[in-house]
């Protein structure tokens, strides 16, 4: 099934020549200015880190409830452990989303700034193959965010300060069977994401679904050696809009396949929270008024926390 998402080679931008690299920054900039989803290729994940990390993350969630539940941390706003079934509810809807998830979080925090990761006493595996994913998936954000910087005629460099060592997520995601008196929710209700970008491990088959700017929904379905790439809501901010963030939502199954599990593995590259986000210059003019209010990077996802009910 051909996917409506662009596709492209992160190796062409890092190990190519330079007319390769300007062929990846123009099909990036435009996928991310006109859908603001890409599928890409040529990432830091082997096939070896993802099949053990899907086996440990099924293992995780097929443990009891009783034993999840030690690592559901009250007062943390789902920022590290587990958030069990029906917690997450979507900006603007009234009914809780169909999954439960983990959060693993930045593992390079010298000066003690963020939570401390959880450590799953009962699965080894799990805590050893989230932080090898985590950063495999932090050093292919970083250099996407390089083309993207190029595309925005900005340095090169110009996000490394704010996302090495930044508040990224990575989030393992179970959607259970869908039951027949949750047939009234779906699996993730339609919603931008937070942060940068977003790379997303198991768009492989239908499911994930985007909204082009005509409002027709669309399946965004990856090859199995693409990550989807898209936009969030603090990059779109930046760019006053000129890089889209992109609504999107996870459709329950076919009836063939309700009761099947999903599972997909997002990581939510998020910067410092001192980044500044207001809009930049260079996407502000007469043509393309300036949008948003400035805030930081943490202002503004404490204001999208409370939105999601995770922050009180």
Same mark, same amino acid.
């Given at each position: ?63 009891? $409830? ?167 809501? =603090? ?19 076919? $009836?063939?396949?309700?009761? $099947? ?7 939510? =590259?998020?910067?410092?929270? $001192? ?38």
């Amino acid at each position: 099934m051909k996917s409506a998402i662009p596709s492209v080679n992160l190796s062409h931008y890092i190990n190519g020549s330079r007319n390769e690299q300007l062929t990846f920054i123009d099909a990036v900039g435009s996928a991310f200015s006109e859908i603001g989803f890409v599928a890409l290729k040529g990432h830091f994940l082997d096939d070896t880190l993802t099949k053990h990390l899907y086996a440990s993350v099924k293992d995780f969630f097929a443990l009891p $409830e009783a034993t999840k539940l030690k690592y559901e941390i009250e007062g943390m706003a789902g920022q590290r452990g587990y958030t069990s079934f029906g917690r997450e509810t979507a900006k603007g809807s009234k009914i809780a989303d169909l999954k439960e998830f983990w959060h693993f979080g930045q593992y390079h925090d010298p000066n003690g700034i963020y939570p401390p990761n959880c450590t799953v006493s009962e699965l080894d595996s799990f805590n050893i193959y989230g932080e090898k994913a985590f950063k495999a998936l932090e050093n292919t954000g970083l250099h996407l965010l390089r083309a993207i910087a190029e595309h925005l005629d900005l340095p090169a460099n110009y996000f490394d300060q704010w996302v090495i060592g930044g508040n990224s997520i990575l989030r393992p995601i179970h959607y259970p069977p869908v039951k027949p008196e949750d047939r009234k929710a779906i699996r993730a209700a339609a919603h931008g994401d937070i942060n940068l970008i977003t790379l997303l491990m198991g768009a492989h088959g239908k499911g994930l679904q985007v909204q082009r700017l005509d409002g027709v929904y669309v399946d965004a379905i990856a090859e199995p050696d693409e990550l989807m790439i898209n936009v969030g809501d =603090m990059l779109s901010r930046l760019t006053n809009n000129r890089l889209k963030s992109t609504i999107h939502r996870v459709v329950n199954p076919d $009836e063939d396949i309700v009761n $099947e599990s999903r599972y997909s593995i997002p990581f939510f =590259m998020h910067p410092k929270r $001192e980044m500044p986000l207001n809009c930049l210059e260079s996407c502000v003019s007469d043509h393309l008024p300036k949008q948003f209010e400035d805030c930081t990077a943490g202002e503004y996802l404490d204001e999208r926390l409370r939105e999601l009910g995770l922050l009180k």
